[in-house]
């Protein structure tokens, strides 16, 4: 590994300009950092009295200046009036592995720069902006000091804004912001004007055709930052407020999360970044090798597809037996576990409004856990935990570490946490005994949510968290966040209206994917299990179907469908049990935003590539090399590809199924059917 860190450096990596004493007094100055290779820089200025900044790429300004700065209650703001007072700049380059992860070598190879800002007067404030700037993208965030007046915090309001030169020409993808299941709804692409209130990640295509996405890093101890747009081409921080009106409640000294603009030459090029894990702390928990990444079966879609239930009764889905029935199949067929939701008391009646009804150390009567948990042991099969909340949050904290002693105790080393709720209906008993309703995304939740996985980590037991706050990067700082929804499932394929268009899994790899990993369960066989014609079915290809397991990463992976489905297509299932989900490297080939997508990944520890391409709504053919591959071996390509006929709503089920055998120096090209895709494994063969 290579750790180098230089201190005060100056030189190509800052430029400090027009600075001038007039009577004494300091005038306007102007601070710059470059990214390693040169094309990425950014400048911050005191200019009208209020720092701000401005971003340009490849000798292009893409980001016009923009304002900075915190409103605080009491007090005034720390932005207006401020000025530059010193800086201090600082390279690093260096190498850290994951312990697992889509590669498991990153590498943190940026310049940075410390802006001090102050205003004088009667009551003299200070604060701090630190820049971090990489070849692909960039970070920054405020560092307040403990001060007179500044000691209990209240954040009333962030000023930061984000502008974007030619923004009557610029693209964009987003989903809205405090809608009642935000990160639920259906990307959209329009003109950048037409972004009101926008979650983040936010993606954006700018006239020259670099590609950009703002989001943020290391969120916790604050509020989720969406994007208002209040002129157009402007956009500004909102903060997810707390249900009395205020931001954010902190004691100084403190540091906001990083505002991060990931930025690329083209679509591809925001795959292949690790900026925002970059932001983000090191691991905290020390050895973490308990933390098994692999794949699962359950019981979810059955419930979903309302053949079973998960409250009790004739139909209840989560028994002994039927949880030992998927536990012989994930035996017989490699997979590390088994998902079993509704196994536990509190989901009779209407269980999205009674949280409190819930008990997470007792199993319905059908459902014995001491047997599970011996048959489990006996096939090397673990139970995935399943732990509904309802929103209820304040009753799951009240119970939260005797359910963890037991799901241990139970051979139980993952746990799926759900948070079903409207937005802003997360039920919090505060210290005086009222009930409160907070947002998913506020700073309560946020520390709710690092809670429920820092408690887990001191039993050994990783977190899947589904409803949760968005991912900003701390799977690296506690590394048993091993997953988390937060878009659009695969269940919407079942019961949801409008069902996911082919489209949503050719924008996700450029939009949510950028946060992290996502439990989105693929691998549906029956593609219409609601019967033929039903609106309600998958809008994929079987092929498209295998591909997902490549291109939408997650290290906890679930083959999703009814075990009987993939009894029935063993051919098909053979990619399924063949496919890792962890990562020696990974390298998007190509790409469009909610057009197609090309991935390839390198299994962890092993010679073996894997390879996923889907597409949208239109057939295409693609062309990529294979000079991922090590040019000294053979391999052997195991494809899995689209027919001829094969189109998501008339011939889903056209696959083929070929083996050949192909080199480093190649070039492959595939057909692509409307809705379709392809899934490979490259077998090293020497």
């Given at each position: 590994m290579r750790s180098e860190l230089q201190r005060n450096r100056k030189g190509a990596a800052l430029l400090l300009a027009a600075v001038a004493l007039v009577c004494g007094k300091l005038q306007a100055k102007e601070v710059s950092v470059s990214s390693p290779d040169g094309k990425l820089i950014v400048i911050v200025s005191d200019e009208r009295g209020a720092p701000n900044y401005r971003v340009r790429y490849a000798g292009k300004e893409i980001m016009p200046a923009a304002r900075l700065g915190l409103a605080l209650r009491a007090g005034p703001e720390l932005g207006e009036g401020f000025s530059i007072a010193a800086i201090h700049t600082s390279d690093k380059d260096e190498t850290w592995e994951q312990?697992?992860?889509?590669?498991?070598l990153v590498r943190d190879h940026h310049r940075e720069l410390l802006v001090e800002l102050t205003r004088g007067g009667k009551t003299p404030r200070k604060f701090a902006l630190r820049l971090r700037v990489f070849d692909d993208g960039l970070g920054f965030r405020y560092e307040v000091p403990r001060q007179r007046g500044v000691e209990q915090v209240e954040i009333t309001d962030e000023r930061?804004?984000?502008?974007?030169?030619?923004?009557?020409?610029?693209?964009?993808?987003?989903i809205p912001a405090r809608y009642w299941r935000s990160y639920e709804a259906l990307y959209q692409k329009t003109a950048l004007r037409d972004a009101a209130h926008v979650e983040t990640p936010f993606t954006l295509r700018l006239p020259s055709g670099v590609h950009l996405a703002l989001h943020e890093a290391a969120l916790t101890n604050y509020a989720s930052m969406t994007l208002n747009q209040r002129r157009e081409g402007i956009f500004k921080a909102d903060l997810t407020p707390w249900s009395d009106g205020i931001k954010v409640k902190l004691r100084a000294p403190f540091n906001t999360p990083w505002r991060t603009v990931q930025v690329a030459p083209d679509a591809a090029g925001l795959l292949n970044s690790d900026l925002i894990l970059n932001l983000n702390e090191p691991n905290k928990l020390g050895d973490v090798s308990w933390v098994k990444p692999g794949k699962y079966v359950g019981i979810w879609w059955a419930m979903h597809l309302w053949q079973k239930t998960w409250a009790s009764g004739d139909k209840h889905g989560a028994t002994t037996a039927e949880v030992k029935r998927y536990m012989d199949f994930a035996a017989r067929h490699g997979f590390s576990g088994v998902l079993a939701e509704g196994w536990n008391v509190g989901w009779d009646g209407d269980w999205p409004e009674n949280g409190e009804l819930f008990r997470f150390s007792q199993p319905y009567?059908?459902?014995?856990?001491?047997?599970?948990?011996?048959?489990?042991?006996?096939?090397?099969?673990?139970?995935?935990?399943?732990?509904?909340?309802?929103?209820?949050?304040?009753?799951?904290?009240?119970?939260?570490?005797?359910?963890?002693?037991?799901?241990?105790?139970?051979?139980?080393?993952?746990?799926?946490?759900?948070?079903?709720?409207?937005?802003?209906?997360?039920?919090?008993?505060?210290?005086?005994?009222?009930?409160?309703?907070?947002?998913?995304?506020?700073?309560?939740?946020?520390?709710?949510?690092?809670?429920?996985?820092?408690?887990?980590?001191?039993?050994?037991?990783?977190?899947d968290t589904h409803e949760p706050i968005k991912d900003t990067g701390l799977r690296r700082t506690y590394p048993n966040w091993i997953s988390r929804e937060g878009a659009r499932g695969q269940e919407y394929n079942a019961w949801g209206y409008p069902p996911n268009p082919p489209e949503h899994t050719a924008i996700l790899p450029f939009t949510r994917m950028l946060s992290g990993p996502f439990d989105y369960t693929p691998g549906i066989f029956n593609?219409?299990?609601?019967?033929?014609?039903?609106e309600n079915r998958v809008r994929s290809t079987l092929a498209k179907e295998l591909s997902l397991y490549v291109v939408l990463y997650s290290p906890v992976q679930m083959a999703a469908d009814l075990i009987e489905n993939y009894e029935a297509r063993p051919d098909a299932f053979q990619f399924i049990a063949d496919v890792p989900t962890d990562w020696e490297q990974s390298r998007a080939l190509a790409g469009e935003v909610g057009e197609y997508v090309v991935m390839a990944r390198q299994q962890r520890g092993a010679q073996d590539w894997y390879l996923g391409a889907l597409s949208n709504e239109?057939?295409?053919?693609?062309?990529?090399?294979?000079?991922?591959?090590?040019?000294q071996r053979r391999y052997q390509a195991q494809i899995y590809r689209d027919g001829a006929n094969a189109d998501w709503e008339s011939a889903p089920y056209d696959m083929v199924i070929e083996q050949r055998e192909v080199r480093a120096s190649e070039v492959m090209t595939l057909h692509l059917a409307a809705g379709g895709g392809a899934a490979i494994r490259f077998k090293a063969l020497d």
């Open positions: 312990p697992w992860g889509e590669r498991r930061t804004e984000f502008r974007f030169a030619e923004s009557d020409k610029v693209r964009a993808w987003w009567p059908d459902f014995d856990m001491a047997s599970v948990a011996a048959y489990g042991r006996s096939k090397g099969v673990k139970l995935i935990g399943h732990h509904e909340t309802s929103g209820a949050v304040s009753h799951y904290a009240s119970q939260m570490g005797a359910a963890y002693d037991y799901a241990r105790a139970s051979n139980i080393d993952t746990i799926k946490t759900g948070y079903v709720a409207d937005n802003e209906r997360i039920k919090r008993i505060d210290e005086t005994g009222q009930v409160r309703y907070e947002w998913h995304d506020g700073q309560f939740m946020a520390g709710e949510y690092l809670r429920s996985v820092t408690e887990a980590a001191r039993r050994h037991i990783a977190i593609l219409e299990p609601n019967g033929k014609g039903h239109r057939a295409r053919d693609i062309q990529f090399k294979l000079d991922f591959l090590d040019p």
